[in-house]
C-alpha cells in the first residue's frame, strides 16, 4: 500500500516536470513573442517601435536567448517560488494570480459542489422512477442545461438579472469591496455574487452527471444482489443506499481527478463574459500577449492540479470500491 | 439581397426607439447637414440626431483676463487648513491656463467611474490627463494652442522652435518644473544609448537629430540642423516629443520631451553609480537598473511619480481598479479662478470582455465612457437611456476609411497574385465591386460616409470632394470591363475568374485582425459576397491581433484590413496612409523600411505614382504650412486614384465615438473631435468636467 503511493507520489513528480516542459514549449509555438504583441498594441495607441528599440527590448526582457535557456531561466525562479515577471502586468506573476486563484478555487468549488448536490438525488430519483413523470421533467431540464452552451446562459441571465432585478453585472464583488482588505462583509458580498456563476458553471455538467448516475444505478438495481435483498425484505431506501448508490458513485469519484482543472480551464469562456476575477480569463490574455511566464505558470498549475486530482480520485476510489482495494494488495 | 433589407429594418428599429423617447427634438440643423454630407440627400439619419453641434472649452490668453483670486476643491482647502499643503495661490502657478468651460462654471467633487480592460488599456486613462502635452490643439482640430507651454515661437528660418513655460509652475510633488527637466530628458535618457538605441525620427530632420537647449529657467529651445517647420504639429500632436510624459514615460516608452529630474535621478547610474541604482533595482525585484527607471517613471505604475497631469495615479493600472486623483499643484484654472480639475477622483474597473463592459454602460455603472462602447450596441443603448438617466452622443471621426482594404506594394509570395495587387486598373475594379451603401447599413447604421480614404472635406488635407467618390463607387459592369481589360477574362463554371498562369481559380486572401473596434472580419465576409458579381474569389483570413501584426511586418499578407485613423493629419499620423513606418505598414513593410532607411534596407517600390508620393512626403517637413496642405492634397490624389488602400465607409464613430454620458455631469460637448491627434477626449478638457449635484 505505501510502495503504491510513493510510486504513484514520484510518478506524479515527474509528470509535473514533464508538463512544465511541454506548457513552455506549447506557449512558445505560436510566431512572435510578447515584444510582437507588445508592438501590436503600441501601434493601436500610435506608439512607434524602432527596429533597434524592438531588439533592446528582446535583450531586456531576455527573449533573444535560446529557448532552454529561457525555459532554465524560468525554472531556476520556479524554485525560488517567485515564477518570473509577468510582462504585461509588469508585476511578479505570483502577485498577479495570488487571489485570483483562491476565488478561482471557491468558485469552482461552489460549482462543484452545487453540481453533485443536484445530480445524486436527481440521478437517483430519476433512475429509481424510471420513465415517471419527475424522470422526464429532470431528463428534460438536465437535456437543456447540457445543450445551452454556458457562456450563452450566462448573458441571458446576466441580461434578465440587470434588466429585472437591477443586479450588479458581472464580477464577484461591488465596487466598494473590489480593493479592500479581506473582512466579513467583503466575504458575505462574495458569498452573494456566488449562486449566479455557481450555477452556470454547474449545470452542464449536472446534466452529465444526471446520465451517467441515472444509467449506472440502473445496471446495479437490476443486479441479483439487489433482488435479494429485496427478496429478504430489506427498507427500500437501505436496498438502494447501501450497495447500488455506492458501487454507482464511481464515476463521480474517478472525475475528481480532472473536474478540477476542467473547472479552471473550462469556465475561461463564462469567466470572460461574467467578468470573474479568476485565473481563466487571466489564462486567455496571457496566451494572447505571449506573456510566457504567466501563461506558462497558469499551465503548470493546472497540470499539478490535475495529477493532485488524479491522486485524490485513486484514493477516493480505494475506498469506495472495494474490488479496487483488493487489486492494489495483490 | 437580405443583408440590405436587414439593415433598412434596423434603422427603422432606430428611429422608432429615438421617437419614443423624445430625441427627434434634438434633430436640428446638423443632422441635415450631416445627412448631406453623406451624399444620402435630405433624409435626416437618426444617427445624424445623436451628433451634435462640435463645441468646446475656450482659452483665455489675455492675462487682463485672467482671475486674480484663486480657490480650490474642499479636499485640499482641508489639507490646507490642517498645515499638509500650501495656500492655492502658491500652487497654481504665476501664469496659469485659463479656461472658460464649454457650458458652466462647475462645482467640486465626485468620482468619475469608468471602465476598463486591463494594464493594456493605457490609452483609456491618458487620453483623459493629456493636458501634460507641450501643446495642444485647440477643440476644433484645426489650431495649435497653449497647454503646459505658455507660448512658443517657430524662427522664421524653421530651424528652431523656442518654448516659455509657465512662472511658478510645479510638479504634482511641489517641486518647480523648469527648462532643467527637458535638459535631464535629453542629455540623460534620450542620449543614453542603454534607454534609447537610436534617435527617433519625431525628433529627426531628413535623418538628422535636433537639440534641446535651456534658454533660462522657464525658456527651452529646440535645434535643427535644417528647417522643420512641421515641429510645432509635432509638439502639439500624439506624438513622441509632444505626447507627453502620460503617453510616452510608461509602458517602457523612453520619449516625451520632460522628465521630473529631480524624482528619477536617484534611479540613474550618472548620479550616483551603476552598482548603486542596480542593487536597488534587485532589492525592488527588478532584474536591472532599465527595468527599474522604466518602471518608476511609469505614471500608471508608480503613484510617488511627480506629474502634471490633472488627476495622477493612485491604484496602479495592474489591479482590479485603476484609481486617479486630483493634482494638488495642476496648472489650470476656471475663469471664475476655481482650480481645475473640478472631479476629485477617477475610478476604472476592470472588465474582463467588451460585452461586459458594454452591460454595465447600459446599466449606468459609468458616467461617462467612450472608449470601447460599441457602435453596434447602439440600439440598446438608446432603449435604456432614460430609465437609467444618460444619454448617447455620437462623435464621427474625421478619417476616410474605418475598414480599408490595405493592397500589399511588396507581396512577392505569389508571382500571379503580386502582379494584380500591383496592377491599378485591377485595385481599381476591386474598389468598384463593393457596395459601400450595404456595408454602411449593416455594419454603421447607415450614420458612416462610404467612398475613398480621403480625409473628411472639413480637414485641409482633403484634395476635393469629388475625390471622394473616385474609383469609390459600385460600378459592377465598369469593374468587369476593367478586369476583362487587364486580362482576367477567363472564367470558371461558378463565374469566378481564373488566374492567367493556369493554376485554377483567382483567389485574393483577405487578412483581418481579432478584437479591433470595427468587425472587420465580417465586414470582410461582406465584400467577398459582393466580389462575387465580379468574379474575385475572396478568402478572409482571421487572425488574432499580434499574429496579424507578426504577418503584415513578414510581408505575408496579400490585402490587409484596417481602419486608416489618424490620416486625416498626414504628416503626424502617416502609417495608415502611406508605407514609411516600419513599425506599422500595411502597405508593404519593405518599402517601410527602404523609405525610413533612406534607401540602405527593404525594398524600392516598383509604382511609379507610389514612388513620387514617398517623394513628396519626404520633402514635406522642411516646408511652411501652405506647401505643406498642397503636398498632402497632392499625395492623397495620387493615393485615391491609384486606390493602392481601398475605401470603404469612414468619418465614423465607430472608433471611439460613441459615447455615453450620465445626465449628472456637466460641461460635456455636444459633440467633440474624435482624432488621434486630439487625444480625445483630451481637447475638451475633462478637468472641466464635473457633477452637477
Redesign the interface.
Known sequence: MLAYLVGRLILAILTIWAISVLSFVIIQL???DYI??????????????????V???RR?Y?LDQPMWIQYLRWMKLVMQGRFGMAL?????VSE?IGDRLWLTMVVSVAAIILTWALALPIGIYSAVRQYSAGDYAATLVGFIGLAIPSFMLA?VL??LG?TLF?AN???LFS?EF??APWSLAKAWDLAKHLPLPALILGLAGTAQLIRIMRANLLDELRKPYVVTARARGLAEHRVILKYPVRVALNPFASTVGYLLPYVVSGSIIV???????TVG?LLL?AL???DMFLAGTIVLLLGVMTVIGTFVSDLLLMWIDPRIRFESRK | MSAKRKGVTRRDFLRDAALATGVAALAGSSSLAFAQAAGKGPEPKLGGQLIGKLEGPELILDPAKWPKKFSEAPMLAELVKAGKLPPVDQRVPAEPLVIKPVHSIGRYGGTWRRGFTGPGDSENGNRIVSADKLLFWEYTGTKVMPSVARQWLLADDGKSVTLYLRKGHKWSDGKPFTADDFVFWYEDVYLNKELVPTPHPDFMINGKSGVIKKVDGTTVLFEFPEPNYLFLDILAGSTAMGGGQALWQMDGRTMGAYMPAHYIKQFHPKYSSKDEVDRKAKAAGFDGWIAYIKNRWDWRLNPELPVLTPWKTVTPINNPTWAMERNPYFYEVDTAGNQLPYIDRLQMTLAENLEVLNLRAIGGQYDLQERHTAMTKLPVFLENRDKIGYDVRLDPALNGSDATLQTNQAYDADPEVAKWLHTADFRRALSMGIDRDQLNETFWLGIGVPGSTAPSETTPYNPGPEWRKKWSTLDVKQANALLDKVGLSKKDGEGYRLRADGKGRLRIELLTSAGAFIPHAQIAEMIKEQWKKIGIQADVKEVERSLYFTRIRGNEHQIAIWANDGTELLYLFPRHGLPVDPAEAHLGHPIAAWYASGGKQGKKPEDPQLLKALELFRTANGQKLPERIKIAQEIFKIMVDGQYSIGTVGQSPATMGVRIVSRKMGNIPSRQINAQHCRTPGTSQPSTFYFKA
Open positions: 505560436p510566431p512572435g510582437t504583441s507588445y508592438i501590436a498594441q503600441m501601434s493601436a495607441s500610435g506608439g512607434f517601435v524602432s527596429e533597434q528599440e531588439e533592446a527590448l531586456e531576455g504585461e502586468w509588469k508585476r511578479p498577479v448573458l446576466m441580461y440587470f437591477g453585472i458581472g464580477g465596487d473590489v480593493e469567466s470572460l463574459v461574467l467578468s470573474l476575477p480569463p490574455k494572447v500577449a505571449q
